[in-house]
């Protein structure tokens, strides 16, 4: 559906996005995830043709977002970091001139906005001036904004932030619903929303692109952590060694003993979930497994990835031939 | 020609729903109503000298009252033209709207055009106040009215060409306050031009008078629809319409 091909986009003499290229498929959810100033908001602009890249090429649905914008603005509904409201109009008249301005045929728009309103829960606010309204019910109209031309492809700039923790949960679930029909790009710094909403992610830091994965697959990737006593039969240095033959463990980092208990840290290969070949081998040495347990959230996978410049030159390759 | 209406529209209901419109409405009728009320007194006391000296011809109310009315109406225009335009663009870009505008299915020429006539249409009602003092001529005395037709379509040329610069001004900030000064200061300067054009008829002065906005007004208030002053103001207001056009566009380059 989206398709990003070599994105570069340079201002006066600092380079926002370098190089990027990734694709989303049709009815993906997909997370773009980044520090702040990692150059999220500049490529959703390019995506939604608020500005053009310095190289590159990016369609959507087939068409050239610099070349055919008419078409491709169509079929993008975009909701900006900062919702584009106009604070003098009442909540109905907005949503009627946003859908005249996508262009719905005139005798279509009182139905449109009377259904993306109940969609988004703002009917209840429908005649209320949008400056009268609460940060939470302001996010909504925006994404309300968003939907009203029922577009194919979704670009969400931050949708969570500054909301109330209720109000996120809300919101998160709005964009969900909104899965099933339509393609959702959405950027955040916050990591619990990738794995609360999206089924995959694209990370990107300092303008380059570190990763795109399944947030399964990053998950998977993490490190977790076993804790185990061998009742006196091995010692450290030879849990550690078997540990290390077992197939899908790419390292074991670290280890502590607490008296009796052996704790050790694991990193599993790529893609694939070692947990239970570990804890097999662990049974079958006669040990006794006491705990299991990921240590490592999306959080510290997300950190490792984007601290490191060394780390993000390694992956960015991984990442473009993805 | 829909998306330009739908800009309008929106435009028309900001400026009617905040206080904008309302103030200038009172803003204006105060100015023209004192100008009228001075220029119309000026000439009834000297109707009244003339006839004591015996005159035999009465003096024309359209080219002692109106004409200087429809003069000086021109020269408030240049000073409250700006805020009707500062805002146009200036707000849009605070607001961050600008990004709903513009990655919509809409043309920029489009956006340009449907402010620049929301703009123009706020103006017209500026103007129509005018219309309650030029009525009460009517009321006690025969004017001719065809002058002050073209006066009124000359009026609107001037604000049309100055609205489309205003909105010019308007995309190059964020600032409404800078948008307005800038305006204001275009507005006086092109004033002072008009003064140049009485300091003699050498070329230079007559290229700065050939540019001033005002001195083109002079044969609408009379009376005259000049195709020489008709092309100043389309063509200003084409070359205006065309550099907010290219400033929108240049946004998203700089952005």
Same mark, same amino acid.
């Given at each position: 559906?989206?398709?990003?091909?070599?994105?570069?986009?340079?201002?006066?003499?600092?380079?926002?996005?370098?190089?990027?290229?990734?694709?989303?498929?049709?009815?993906?959810?997909?997370?773009?995830?980044?520090?702040?100033?990692?150059?999220?908001?500049?490529?959703?602009?390019?995506?939604?043709?608020?500005?053009?890249?310095?190289?590159?090429?990016?369609?959507?649905?087939?068409?050239?977002?610099?070349?055919?914008?008419?078409?491709?603005?169509?079929?993008?509904?975009?909701?900006?970091?900062?919702?584009?409201?106009?604070?003098?109009?009442?909540?109905?008249?907005?949503?009627?001139?946003?859908?005249?301005?996508?262009?719905?045929?005139?005798?279509?728009?009182?139905?449109?906005?009377?259904?993306?309103?109940?969609?988004?829960?703002?009917?209840?606010?429908?005649?209320?001036?949008?400056?009268?309204?609460?940060?939470?019910?302001?996010?909504?109209?925006?994404?309300?904004?968003?939907?009203?031309?029922?577009?194919?492809?979704?670009?969400?700039?931050?949708?969570?932030?500054?909301?109330?923790?209720?109000?996120?949960?809300?919101?998160?679930?709005?964009?969900?619903?909104?899965?099933?029909?339509?393609?959702?790009?959405?950027?955040?710094?916050?990591?619990?929303?990738?794995?609360?909403?999206?089924?995959?992610?694209?990370?990107?830091?300092?303008?380059?692109?570190?990763?795109?994965?399944?947030?399964?697959?990053?998950?998977?990737?993490?490190?977790?952590?076993?804790?185990?006593?061998?009742?006196?039969?091995?010692?450290?240095?030879?849990?550690?060694?078997?540990?290390?033959?077992?197939?899908?463990?790419?390292?074991?980092?670290?280890?502590?003993?607490?008296?009796?208990?052996?704790?050790?840290?694991?990193?599993?290969?790529?893609?694939?979930?070692?947990?239970?070949?570990?804890?097999?081998?662990?049974?079958?040495?006669?040990?006794?497994?006491?705990?299991?347990?990921?240590?490592?959230?999306?959080?510290?996978?997300?950190?490792?990835?984007?601290?490191?410049?060394?780390?993000?030159?390694?992956?960015?390759?991984?990442?473009?031939?993805? | 020609?829909?998306?330009?209406?739908?800009?309008?529209?929106?435009?028309?209901?900001?400026?009617?729903?905040?206080?904008?419109?309302?103030?200038? #409405?009172?803003? &204006?009728?105060? !100015?023209?109503?004192?100008? @009228?009320?001075? /220029? $119309?007194?000026? +000439?009834?006391?000297? *109707?009244?000298?003339?006839?004591?000296?015996?005159?035999?011809?009465?003096?024309?109310?359209?080219?002692?009252?109106?004409?200087?009315?429809?003069?000086?109406?021109?020269?408030?225009?240049?000073?409250?033209?700006?805020?009707?335009?500062?805002?146009?663009?200036?707000?849009?870009?605070?607001?961050?709207?600008?990004?709903?505008?513009?990655?919509?299915?809409?043309?920029?020429?489009?956006?340009?055009?449907?402010?620049?006539?929301?703009? #123009?249409?706020? &103006?017209?009602? !500026?103007?129509?106040?005018? @219309?309650?003092? /030029? $009525?009460?001529? +009517?009321?006690?005395? *025969?004017?001719?009215?065809?002058?002050?037709?073209?006066?009124?379509?000359?009026?609107?040329?001037?604000?049309?060409?100055?609205?489309?610069?205003?909105?010019?001004?308007?995309?190059?900030?964020?600032?409404?306050?800078?948008?307005?000064?800038?305006?204001?200061?275009?507005?006086?300067?092109?004033?002072?031009?008009?003064?140049?054009?009485?300091?003699?008829?050498?070329?230079?002065?007559?290229?700065?008078?050939?540019?001033?906005?005002?001195?083109?007004?002079?044969?609408?208030?009379?009376?005259?629809?000049?195709?020489?002053?008709?092309?100043?103001?389309?063509?200003?207001?084409?070359?205006?319409?065309?550099?907010?056009?290219?400033?929108?566009?240049?946004?998203?380059?700089?952005?």
């Amino acid at each position: 559906m989206i398709q990003v091909t070599g994105l570069s986009k340079k201002y006066a003499n600092y380079v926002a996005v370098d190089n990027i290229s990734f694709s989303v498929d049709k009815g993906d959810i997909v997370g773009f995830l980044g520090p702040n100033g990692a150059g999220k908001t500049t490529t959703m602009r390019v995506i939604t043709g608020f500005m053009p890249p310095t190289a590159g090429k990016v369609t959507v649905g087939g068409f050239d977002v610099f070349e055919q914008p008419m078409e491709v603005k169509k079929r993008i509904g975009y909701l900006p970091e900062a919702p584009p409201l106009y604070p003098e109009m009442r909540v109905c008249d907005y949503l009627t001139f946003v859908a005249r301005l996508k262009g719905i045929p005139n005798a279509e728009i009182p139905d449109r906005v009377v259904q993306v309103m109940k969609k988004c829960s703002v009917a209840d606010v429908s005649t209320k001036l949008i400056s009268k309204l609460s940060k939470g019910y302001r996010q909504r109209v925006g994404l309300a904004q968003a939907i009203v031309h029922n577009p194919d492809v979704l670009v969400l700039d931050e949708p969570t932030s500054g909301l109330d923790p209720k109000q996120i949960i809300e919101t998160r679930d709005l964009i969900k619903g909104l899965s099933g029909e339509h393609t959702i790009i959405l950027s955040t710094h916050i990591l619990p929303e990738v794995e609360a909403i999206c089924k995959k992610v694209i990370i990107i830091s300092k303008g380059k692109l570190v990763k795109t994965d399944s947030v399964e697959n990053l998950k998977n990737r993490a490190v977790f952590t076993i804790e185990l006593n061998t009742a006196g039969g091995a010692d450290a240095a030879a849990v550690r060694q078997k540990l290390e033959q077992v197939a899908s463990v790419s390292k074991v980092l670290d280890h502590a003993t607490n008296g009796e208990r052996l704790a050790f840290d694991i990193e599993g290969l790529s893609g694939s979930d070692v947990r239970p070949d570990v804890a097999r081998t662990v049974v079958q040495a006669g040990w006794n497994l006491l705990e299991m347990k990921s240590s490592t959230t999306l959080e510290e996978v997300f950190l490792e990835l984007t601290n490191t410049d060394q780390a993000a030159a390694e992956t960015a390759g991984v990442g473009v031939q993805q | 020609m829909r998306n330009v209406w739908t800009i309008c529209r929106r435009e028309l209901y900001s400026y009617f729903v905040s206080p904008v419109a309302w103030v200038l #409405l009172a803003l &204006y009728a105060v !100015l023209s109503g004192a100008f @009228a009320t001075a /220029i $119309s007194s000026g +000439f009834v006391q000297q *109707t009244a000298m003339s006839q004591m000296r015996g005159a035999s011809t009465p003096m024309s109310i359209n080219e002692m009252v109106i004409a200087p009315l429809f003069g000086n109406i021109a020269v408030i225009g240049l000073l409250l033209i700006p805020l009707i335009s500062m805002r146009l663009f200036a707000e849009e870009k605070r607001q961050g709207t600008i990004e709903l505008l513009v990655t919509s299915p809409i043309h920029d020429l489009e956006i340009v055009v449907g402010k620049w006539l929301a703009a #123009l249409l706020m &103006y017209s009602a !500026l103007l129509a106040v005018l @219309a309650v003092d /030029i $009525s009460f001529l +009517f009321i006690y005395s *025969t004017p001719d009215w065809k002058p002050v037709l073209t006066g009124y379509f000359g009026l609107l040329l001037e604000g049309g060409t100055l609205l489309a610069f205003g909105a010019f001004i308007s995309t190059m900030t964020k600032n409404q306050i800078v948008a307005g000064a800038v305006g204001f200061a275009l507005g006086l300067l092109l004033w002072i031009l008009d003064w140049w054009t009485s300091l003699g008829d050498t070329p230079t002065i007559r290229v700065i008078s050939y540019l001033s906005i005002v001195s083109h007004m002079e044969s609408f208030s009379r009376g005259v629809i000049d195709s020489k002053d008709l092309i100043y103001y389309l063509s200003m207001i084409f070359l205006g319409l065309f550099l907010t056009t290219r400033s929108l566009e240049s946004l998203r380059w700089r952005a």
